[in-house]
Each structure stands twice: as C-alpha cells, then as structure tokens.
C-alpha cells in the first residue's frame, strides 16, 4: 500500500467534512478496500475510518420498517432475529458469504459499495478495461464471469450479494453529505460508469452511505444464489425476488439480478409477467425466459444466460413456497 | 556380515502404528518457525519487481529515484536493458529496504520502459501456437488394422489446463552473511542439495553455506532449487551487510513460482466384442510455459496395449516455465486414458469396473489392481448403487459413480543417516533430510524407536539442516524409502555394536540379544536381560555413532505401487455445478511405517485432486498475456465442505509388507481428475471433456447433446 | 487443557485511547438501538467542536492487546494487523499468504470475533484485544482445539493450521456441536493446501472447543 493519512471521526458530520477532500475514501470493514489498496487500484490520500462513527450501527425493526445502519457487520445483522424473521432471504445472502471473517468485518455498508471484483479493474486495466485504442479487453479476453446484460462499455458484475435483494425490496438508502441528508430508492445507489473517471456508484464527493430502510411487511422475497463451492466463493449467479399481496397471486413481483450487470438488473418485464399472476410452474417459467430476455453474452459467458434462468426459478419457487 | 531388515509383523512395536505426529503440538499453536517467520536482528525486507508484459524487451531501466529513497538499502537490477522477458512475472530488479513496505514503495519508483512484442499464452488450439515442435511419434502392433476390425471405438478430445502449485507458504528465503559464510533459511524441498546451488552462482565455497529448514509451508514439486530470488535475495544481503528476506508475493508465487503443465489429446481407443482393448491411438499437446512439455505416458496403466500409436506436440506459451507437480504427466495421463475407457466401457455396455477387470494383464500389477478393484467396490456399494448412464432420477441433481486406476514408482532416494547412541542411553539420528509435512521427522524417529525398542520420546531426530548427512530432496515420493533405510541401517549396526558390549554381562552371544520394550535381553529368556539405561552404560564413556546409507544391502525398500479410486458426484443438471458426494481410495505402499500419516497422505492427495478436478486452473489472459487469476480468489483451492466424505483403505499385511517401504506422497493425487471425471459422466450421461469441471463446461456438454443452455 | 476466554468489555475498557481515535468505537452491537441511527443526530454537539485530526502517513502511537500483553508501538496507519504482529510483535503465528482476506491463514480473534488480520490495519484494532494461534495455548499446555489437531492429524505442512485452529475455536465457542449448515457458514473462510480436512472435520465433530466467546 501506498502511504497514506488516517482520520476517525466521531460524527457523520466531521466524516463527511473529511471525506469531500480529494483523495479522502471511507473505511468500513476495510475487507474490500484494502485489497485495492494493495492493488494499487484506486489512489488513496487519506482513509476516513467511520468504525467510531456514532449512529451508524444498528439494526431497528420498527412496525414492518427495517432499517440497518451501514456499519452494522454482516454477522450483526445475521445474528438479529427480528431482523432474519421478518426478511429470511437475508440469511441466505449473508451464509453465502461463507467467512465469518468476512461476516465479521464486513459491512452492511462496505457490501452495497465494495468495488467490482472484474479481474481486469482489478489488475489496474480500469473499470471499462479498454486497451489503448479502444478496444474491450473484457471482449476480447477471459469474461467467464462477466455481465451478459453489459451496459455500453462496462461489463463488470456488481458484486454485492445485498443489493439484488434490498433493490427487489424497493429500499430505501440513507445518504449523508455536505448538504445534509437524501434518500433514494438502493438501486440509485449504482450507475454503469461511461468514462475512465466514473465510479459505479452515484455517492458524490463527501457523500457517506447511513443506513438502509426497507418495508418488509406484506410481501414475501427470496435470494437464489449459484455458487461453484460452498465455501467462500462469488455467486456466478444470483436472483433476488419480492412477492407482495397474498398467495397464491402475485400483485406485484419484483425480480433482481445479481452478477448479471455492471448494476443489480431489475428484470422489469419478468416482473411485470408475474404481476396480478399465480405462480405456477408455466409462469414462473415464462418469466424465468423473461428475465434473460435481451441477454448480450460474450464468447465466455453464455452459460451465465442459464443460471439466470435457473436463479430466477428457484428464487420465485423459494419465495412462494413451491417445488420448482 | 550383518545383514538388514525390518521386524517381523508379530514384532513391531512402532512400525505401522498410529502414533500423532511429532510435531504437531508446535504447528497447532503456532509455535513452529518457519523460514519466513524468521526475523533476526537487523532484518532488511526484500521485494521483486515483475515485467507486466508477457513478452517484451527492456529498452530503458532507471533505478535512480528508488535509490534516493529513504529507508532504501540495496537496489539490484536482475534483467537489464536489452534484455528480452518472455513471460508475465519475471524478475526484472529487486530492492532491500528496512520495510517492506517501504521495499514496494522502491518498486514503484524503478522506470522501466519496455518495447512489447507479440504473445502466445492459450495452447488449447495448438494449431495457432508458434514454435509447436513436434515430438515424434511411437507404434507398436498395427493400428490401423486393429482399428478396421474392431467391435467398438470411441474417439474424443479431451484436456486440461495448467494449475499452480499453490504453495501456502510462498517461495523464498532469509539470507544472512557473516563474513563470506552464508545462512539461508529457506522454505525448500531440498536442504541437502541448495548449498551446492547457492554457492556456484555466489562464488562462494559449498561448504560456507549453510541451509535451514526445520518447517515448510508446502512444496509439492516446486521447491527444489535456490531459484533466481534466493540468489537475488543472498547479493543484496551481502551487498547490504544485513539479514534479508525475500519471500513472494502471492501473485508472484502463483505466476512464476510453479505450475503442472496442460494436457489435451485426440483420442481413439477401440475393443473387440469380449470387451478386450484391442488399438489405441492418441495425437496429444501440451504446455508448461516456455518450455513446453514433454510427453505425458499413454496409454497410462494399460501400458502393454497391444496396437498402439502415440504422437505428442510440445506447444510453447509465453507463460514462466512449469515445475514437477505431484506425480509428474501422471494425473493429466490418468485422466486422459480413463476418460476413453470409461466412455468405451459405455459404448461396450459394460460396468466400467467390469471393463477394466477384463483388460488387466494390459497392465503391470493386475493382481494388485484386482483386489484393490474389488475392495474399492465393495466400500462404494458399488454393485447396488452403480448405473448405466443416461438412466437419470428425476429432478435437476444427478447422481454418479466413476472408477479410475493408477500406478507409481516411489522407490527410496539417496540418503545418509547418523545415528549415535549415548552411554546415558539418549539416540538420536541426525539426517539431511526435510520435513515437508508429510511426516519425515516422525517416521524417522519411530524406526529409531523401533530398532533400540525404545518410546517416540526416548528418541530425538534433528533434520533440516546441511550440516546433517546429506539425504535426498523429497520429491517423487522417494523420502519415506530414503530415510527410513538409511536410519534403519545406522539404527541396526549402532545396535550391533551396542550389543556387543553388553553381551557379556548377560552370558550371551550378541546375536542372541533383542532390544525391545525398553530392555536388552537373551531372546527366549526375558528374564536374562537389562534395562536399556544399563544396556547403554556398557559401551563405555564415547557415544557410538554410526552412518547408514541408502541404497544398500538388505530388503528394506522397494518401488511401483498401484492404486483405485471411486468418486460419488451429485450434478445439478440446471447450474452444471458438481458436487463431491464421496471419494473412496484403496492404495497400497508396501510396508506402512505410521499409519496415520500414510492415511492423511492419502486424504491430501483426495482433497487436492478434487481442487484440480473441479476448480483448479491457470486462466492466461489472452489480450495482456497475464494470468487474471494470479490471486487466491479466482484460482479456487477445494474447501473443507466441498470435499464431500472421504474413505482411505491401506492395503497392509501379507503381499504387502515384505516389499518394504514405497512413498506414497505421489499416487493417491493421480486418480481423482479421472474418477470424479467419470462420475459426473456417469451421471449427466455424457463426457465433459475438459478439466476442471466448472459450471461453464458441464453446461456446454450437456449443451451438446441437446439438454439445457 | 486451558481455554483462555476472551471477553469484549474486560479487555476494551481500561485502554486510553490516543487522541487521534477520539470518540472510541461508539458503534451499537447488534440489536442494540442506537439514538438517531440513519439521522445523522448522533454526536451532533460532538462535531461542531474541533475538526478531527489526521494522522499519518508517518508512524503513529498505537496501543493494543495481544494475547494478554498489553503493546504501544508507532506504525504508519498503512500496516495491517498481520504485519504488524509478524513483523513488530514477532507473533508469527498468524500466517501470511494471500494478504487479500480469502485464505484465513491470518485469522486471529478480535475482541473475540474471527478477523483475518491481513485485512485490518493496525490502527484500526487500537484499544482492541487480539488473540493469536499462540494466544490460545502452548505446546506444553494447548487448548482442547489445538490438542485435537494433534489427536486428528488437522496439519501436514502446518501453514494453514494457525488460522484453522482460531476460526476452529471460534466456531466451537458459537456452535459446541455444529450442523453441516455451521460448519460451512464457519470454516468456509479458511482453506488448506496439503489437505487436512479430514482431521479438521474431526476435530469439529469431537466438538470439545469451549474456552473462546465466539463473539
Ligand atoms: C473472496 C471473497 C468473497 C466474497 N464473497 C462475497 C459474496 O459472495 N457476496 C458479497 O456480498 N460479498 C462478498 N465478499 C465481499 C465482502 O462481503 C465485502 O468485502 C464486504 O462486504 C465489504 O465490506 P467492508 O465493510 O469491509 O467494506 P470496505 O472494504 O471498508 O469498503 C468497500 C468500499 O465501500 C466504501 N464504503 C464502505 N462503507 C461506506 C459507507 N458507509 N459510505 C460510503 N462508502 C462506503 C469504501 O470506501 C470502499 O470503497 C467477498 C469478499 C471476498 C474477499
Ligand atoms: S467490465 Fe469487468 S473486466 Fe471490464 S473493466 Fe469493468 S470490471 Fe473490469
Ligand atoms: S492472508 Fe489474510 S486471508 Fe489470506
Ligand atoms: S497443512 Fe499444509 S496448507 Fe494446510
């Protein structure tokens, strides 16, 4: 690692002073950042710890809102009860980090916002990986775990096993900076980065993600996640999906992919098909096609079009409580 | 003059018992050093800097600015200007600073301009590989007849990529001079031979270099010789006049410091209506980096294959060069021939196990691989659970059984022992040896133990150091015939001598005493007998020391050993990802010295098979020439829960035992590409032709025959 | 057999934190409410006083506990845990090998919590307890965990096995007896090249890990 400075603030609100600085990068559970640091990936001046942070840790559950502070660990929020109870699915995206290491240090926070794990951002190639005449390395190279849902040039995967579910959820993020305090809806919380100089996430200079707050009353979600080995390894795929109104119809449904775009894809007309729908094996099969419609894989990574498929199936059969 | 054996069966007291290895207790709790954890006074910390290029020429290096840097001791140009680099990761300078930390920021300060040229790194499609070279080609018999008549024949292409070593701990050394004389503590396989190594390309004497290493962190076949590090690491130590370590990083350690070399082959294997191998034919490719690789041995097993033909191109990669891996060529000739068998027992409609049996005196031990055949079958229920393919259960997750055989030398090496014998009665041997976590320390101290019939804690082994009679590296499975024939040796003419003095107390030729339980006495008279202590006392105030040698006189070792392995899978036919239900394993190595290290051999040599049967390879990128999973996050090693149950049947006693002792560290990694190949086969009712068995490859084969993707 | 026990609060509180980590870990333990979680209230009275001090990149005073001893050391905010223990503390326990948080050669206890320390800065742990391999018991009077390595034969080369016996231990102290689900959701972070599994399994179904509060 490069040198750097070290801050710890105290409140959100010196955090937030700190980090609208150039160079300042907010530390959480550190499991993601410091790798990039080894790395030399991104440039870091001065690491502003939010571990001492007040406020920014903790679980309520309050009515049908859950709202998780962004320092709460991955183990404090798997080891909630009322929490778990109400969302499930939460424990099978969390298990599927399969380090209590990981669990322990990682954040609820530093999940939604770790960086891509895409091999070439990670070796220093940036985030779009384009050679120096503009060509993609990730098309022309080795992108058995890349996007088949790409976005221009980005087709790196968002990593988070927390995202496909909060956006399914339609949560909440909680966002401090120098103006004081925003929400938007979590899958505002990413973007598919057109030049060398964007980010994958919409935090602007200073901005500090708080929490997450999610209705979890009257609907019924479920994560599916494709791991090669039950021990710690990424999920090749991933289908998070949220069922409201009660059974056997669907009012609405909400299907979330993971690791399928450089953002958690809502697959809006897989939803939209199941809207008003009881499920069954025909539709959920319909909208399992539905989800990888317009799916754009590259030369290594078709497979990825059927475990999206099978993700999607066995999510929606999961949340709605059927053999699929 | 004397002669040299082992116990009889009815009287071994250490020899094929179970006791906890010795060093266990210092390695749970961390109390072990090993060479990187060394940290001696005035400790410089050493760093290599790496060309990123796969291929390409240093126009201009310029270390000025890393040299101006405070903290910064040594800057060593390894590779300069002109040179050409022919792989990712070579060592192009190295800096001792008085961190590391401040050694990578040194790195970072070192301009290198380079001048890229053109690389090759993919050999899968050998025909777009430059420099392909040919090796030749072998018949025996008439194939091409053979073929033309006979009742059945497969034909597949079928490979496997190169993986790493991955070495838990990484390459590298601790480099100290006292004057001209040199201390390494080094993380080697080889302490006996690296003083020798270190000292031609030092200038310096051999007999000034001295190696240490009490523990390693793993070897498997890469960690034989100083490499360029260790020689780097000893000039900036003496250029600095400090300590230095240098050990890898991880990215490095997996680049450059060890890889098994790839192997694919176009296959045809044909039987005739009794289900008898009757031709043979295999066009085969290969690389292991720049280099290349030579010819992997088919057909593997079945070698006396009447009608046969093997071709083999060596495909050169702009990747580092490979290093031995556990078995050299054989895991990759094992899988390729097992494959076509199984898929020609399938296209025979026969038992895969039934096929084989019928086709034994093809190969060098079919009354070993008979039994060991059935006995494999009978733990895996074999009989009631076995299946043809294509009879699938309904649901997505597929069951399936696959068998594989396989074969290995693992005779003895080189080795010397000393063994001395105090008159307090302490023993002790001293050997050249290293300990590389397969047990060497421990076996070495129970045939010690035997042969005096003394406890494991009445004895003491020091080993790990050249000052020790030179032994053997451990390599090929040759440590465990080396140092236990040698100790043997010692052990018994230092017992002979022993004897001798105490001879005449009991009234008593000294060929009529034994040794046993902690006392000399009159064989057939117990009651005529001493104590060791007292035993010990006679031979006066000088300690006996004797040296025992291997090879020699006696039957103590032997070599060629046969094995059969069975995988369980569950495949999930909808994500193509495998799962290991079961692996069972049924080895023999002749006379078993510690059975629960031969064991935990066993179950290492599963576990790890499984990582290169499911996970393990080297993913070279083809635009930049690097590996993109130079990491221990995409380069995945298999997982405690993802090994499934294991099962080890040794086989021990009569047929066995009196061939003496053969290594084991090499045979049971051979057959789980194989087994757990034909298992999923088994399951999913068509080959995946590729290792490792990711979801991407089992999906595309299913794929193929029209199933899901 | 000794099973040293590591609580949270025995060995947080005594320690005067330095100036710089002023404020201290104010964080809530899970379910735990904390006042004006997500409003960013909390500490508001705190944050108009004097801006936060940045320390580094030169070394900085850092006090911490390992394995019973209290240290203070100055290290730049850049090193992590596992360099600093290895390397300053000659704890060598605690092995490096992937230095990116996916191996668990490095794990060491927290507070009681399994971290890999490769993953920490050191600075971070100030006024925390750590707990190394070496922290757990001696070759002359091991742990039960440690002493049913030995027992199982969990170790080959042995590089692997400090992280194996910490992440062991602490799944022990949560689950005495875990389920297949525990076991994997436990020592899913830790893996082993030579292949010990089957003794570790071992270890883990003899089930006699108490003695570390899992956190
Ligand atoms: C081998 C491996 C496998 C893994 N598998 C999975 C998996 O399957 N699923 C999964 O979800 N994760 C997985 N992880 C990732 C792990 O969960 C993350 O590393 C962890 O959640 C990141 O949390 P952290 O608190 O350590 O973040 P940090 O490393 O501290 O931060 C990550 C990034 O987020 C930013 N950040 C963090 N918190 C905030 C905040 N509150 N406001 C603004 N910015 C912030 C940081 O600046 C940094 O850029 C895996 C990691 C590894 C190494
Ligand atoms: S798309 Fe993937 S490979 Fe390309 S730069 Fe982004 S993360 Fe890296
Ligand atoms: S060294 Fe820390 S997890 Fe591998
Ligand atoms: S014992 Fe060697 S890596 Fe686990």
């Known amino acids: ?324 | 003059m004397a002669d040299y054996s082992w116990p009889e069966a009815d009287r071994r007291a250490q020899i094929g018992a179970r006791p906890a290895r010795l060093d266990g207790p210092v390695k749970s709790t961390g109390f072990a050093k090993y060479p990187s954890d060394q940290n001696p006074r005035g400790l410089l910390a050493a760093k290599i800097l790496t060309c990123p290029h796969a291929h390409a020429r240093i126009v201009r290096i310029d270390t000025s600015a890393a040299e101006a840097m405070a903290g910064v001791r040594v800057v060593h140009v390894i590779q300069g200007e002109g040179s050409e680099i022919q792989w990712a990761g070579d060592e192009v300078a190295a800096v001792a600073a008085v961190t590391e930390d401040v050694a990578r920021d040194a790195l970072r300060a070192i301009q290198v301009d380079y001048e890229v040229l053109p690389h090759f790194v993919t050999e899968e499609d050998r025909d777009q590989a430059p420099g392909a070279r040919e090796a030749g080609e072998r018949a025996e018999g008439d194939p091409d007849a053979a073929f033309a008549t006979a009742h059945r024949t497969v034909e597949r292409t079928l490979g496997m990529p190169q993986m790493a070593h991955m070495c838990l701990e990484p390459h590298g050394q601790v480099c100290s001079w006292d004057g001209d004389e040199l201390e390494v503590d080094a993380s080697t396989q080889a302490v006996s031979t690296l003083a020798g190594q270190f000292a031609t390309e030092l200038g310096v004497p051999a007999s000034q270099v001295r190696i240490r290493t009490e523990y390693m962190g793993g070897g498997f076949g890469s960690k034989f010789s100083p490499d360029r590090w260790g020689i780097v690491g000893a000039e900036l130590a003496r250029k600095a006049g400090a300590p230095v370590k240098l050990f890898l990083e991880r990215d490095q350690e997996v680049t450059v410091a060890g890889s098994r070399p790839s192997a694919f082959a176009r296959i045809r294997a044909a039987a005739d209506e009794q289900g008898k191998l009757v031709a043979w034919d295999s066009d085969s490719w290969g690389s292991g980096g720049l280099p290349g690789t030579g010819q992997t041995p088919l057909p593997y097993v079945f070698s006396r294959l009447p009608n046969r033909r093997t071709r083999h191109t060596s495909v050169p990669t702009n990747l580092a060069g490979s290093r031995a891996w556990r078995a050299p060529n054989h895991p990759q000739a094992c899988f390729l021939t097992m494959a076509v068998l199984d898929d020609l027992a399938d296209e025979l409609g026969l038992d895969p196990i039934d096929f084989l049996e019928r086709n034994l005196d093809l190969t060098g031990r079919p009354d070993t691989y008979r039994e060991q055949l059935g006995i494999a079958a009978e733990m895996a229920s074999w009989k009631e659970r076995w299946q043809p393919r294509g009879r699938e259960r309904e649901g997505a997750v597929q069951r399936g059984l696959g068998v594989s055989v396989h074969t290995w030398g693992g005779r003895g090496h080189s080795s010397n022992c000393d063994v001395t014998v105090h008159p307090d009665g302490a023993v002790e041997a001293r050997i050249g040896s290293q300990d590389i976590g397969t047990g060497t320390r421990t076996i070495v101290a129970q045939v010690l133990a035997e042969t005096f019939g003394l406890e494991l804690h009445q004895v003491r082994v020091s080993l790990g150091d050249n000052v020790y009679p030179q032994s053997g590296p451990s390599g090929g499975s040759s440590t465990v015939g080396g140092v236990t024939a040698s100790t043997r040796r010692a052990a018994q003419d230092a017992l002979r001598e022993v004897l001798v003095h105490v001879a005449p107390r009991l009234e008593a030729e000294p060929e009529q005493l034994l040794a046993e339980g902690g006392r000399v006495f009159v064989d057939g008279d117990s009651s005529r007998g001493v104590s060791w202590r007292e035993a010990a006392a006679q031979i006066g105030g000088a300690p006996i020391s004797v040296q025992g040698r291997n090879p020699g006189r006696g039957r103590l070792i032997s070599s060629g050993v046969g094995g059969v392995q069975i995988a369980e899978v569950e495949v999930d036919i909808d994500t193509g990802v495998v799962h290991i239900e079961r692996m069972i394993a049924v080895q023999d190595c002749g006379l078993i010295i510690n059975r629960r290290l031969a064991e935990s051999q066993v179950y290492g040599g599963l576990i790890m098979g499984v990582g290169y049967a499911l996970y393990e390879e080297w993913i070279p990128d083809p635009v930049s020439g690097r590996l993109l999973n130079a990491d221990m996050e995409f380069y995945k090693l298999a997982g405690l829960v993802d090994v499934g149950s294991l099962e080890v049947h040794m086989m021990t006693g009569p047929g066995y035992d009196e061939r003496g002792v053969i290594g084991l560290g090499e045979p049971p990694v051979i057959s789980p590409g194989a087994a757990i190949s034909n298992a999923v086969a088994n399951a999913i009712g068509v080959r995946v032709p590729y290792l490792p068995l990711t979801p991407d490859r089992v999906l595309d084969a299913l794929a193929g025959r029209g199933g899901p993707a | 057999m000794k099973g040293r026990r590591v609580t949270d609060d025995a060995k947080r509180s005594g320690f005067s934190r330095r100036s710089f980590l002023r404020g201290g870990a104010a964080g809530a333990l899970s379910g735990g409410l904390t006042t004006g979680l997500l409003t960013g209230e909390a500490g508001a009275a705190a944050a108009d006083s004097e801006a936060t001090e940045t320390v580094g990149p030169g070394p900085v005073d850092v006090e911490l506990e390992v394995n019973g001893a209290t240290h203070r050391l100055a290290v730049e905010p850049r090193v992590t845990l596992l360099d600093g223990l290895r390397h300053r503390l000659d704890v060598t326990g605690p092995k490096r090998v992937c230095d990116r948080g996916t191996c668990g050669a490095c794990t060491v206890l927290e507070d009681g919590r399994p971290i890999y320390a490769c993953s920490r800065l050191m600075i971070e742990s100030a006024g925390r307890s750590i707990t190394t391999v070496e922290g757990l018991g001696s070759p002359d009077a091991m742990h039960d965990v440690q002493q049913a390595f030995v027992d199982n034969d969990a170790q080959q080369c042995g590089f692997c096995t400090p992280g194996f016996v910490v992440a062991t231990a602490a799944l022990l102290a949560r689950h005495p007896a875990p389920s297949e689900p525990e076991i994997e959701a436990g020592l899913g972070g830790n893996f082993c090249r030579c292949g010990t599994y089957k003794g570790i399994r071992a270890v883990v179904a003899g089930g006699k890990g108490g003695g570390v509060s899992g956190g």
Not at chain 1, 192 to 220: D, M, W
Request: glycine residues 10%.
């Open chain 1, 1 to 324: 690692m490069r040198p750097f400075g070290y801050a710890a603030p105290a409140t959100v609100q010196q955090a937030v002073g700190l980090l609208a600085a150039e160079g300042s990068e907010a530390l959480a559970g550190g499991t993601d950042l410091l790798s990039l640091l080894k790395d030399d990936v991104e440039p870091v001046d001065r690491l502003v710890a939010l571990r001492g942070v007040a406020g920014l840790s903790g679980i309520e559950l309050d009515g049908g809102t859950l709202r998780i502070g962004a320092m709460t660990t991955l183990q404090e929020l798997r080891d909630h009860d009322g929490a778990i109870a109400a969302l499930p699915a939460l424990a099978v995206a969390i298990d599927g980090v399969a380090s209590p290491q990981l669990r322990e240090m990682g954040t609820v926070g530093g999940d939604l916002l770790q960086r891509p794990r895409c091999w070439y951002y990670r070796r220093g190639f940036g985030l779009l990986a384009l050679t120096a005449d503009g060509r993609s390395m990730v098309t022309e190279g080795d992108n058995r775990y890349h996007a088949i849902f790409p976005a221009g040039q980005a087709r790196f995967v968002n990593p988070s096993s927390l995202a496909p579910l909060l956006v399914a959820l339609g949560a909440e993020a909680v966002v401090h900076g120098p103006a004081g305090e925003r929400r938007l809806p979590v899958e505002a919380l990413y973007q598919a980065p057109q030049t060398a100089e964007e980010r994958e996430n919409t935090l602007a200079p200073g901005e500090i993600l708080a929490g997450v707050e999610a209705n979890v009353a009257g609907s019924r979600s479920a994560v599916y996640e494709v791991r090669q080995r039950r021990s710690l390894d990424w999920p090749l795929m991933a289908a998070a999906v949220t069922l409201t109104g009660s059974e056997p119809r669907a009012e609405k449904a909400r299907i979330v992919l993971g690791h399928a775009a450089p953002t958690p894809h809502v697959a809006a007309a897989a939803g939209d098909l199941l809207s008003g729908q009881e499920l069954t094996s025909e539709t959920v099969a319909a909208a399992a096609d539905a989800a990888v419609e317009g799916a754009q894989p590259m030369s290594g990574n078709r497979y990825k079009v059927q475990l999206a498929r099978t993700a999607v199936r066995r999510a929606l059969g999961h949340a709605a409580g059927m053999e699929i």
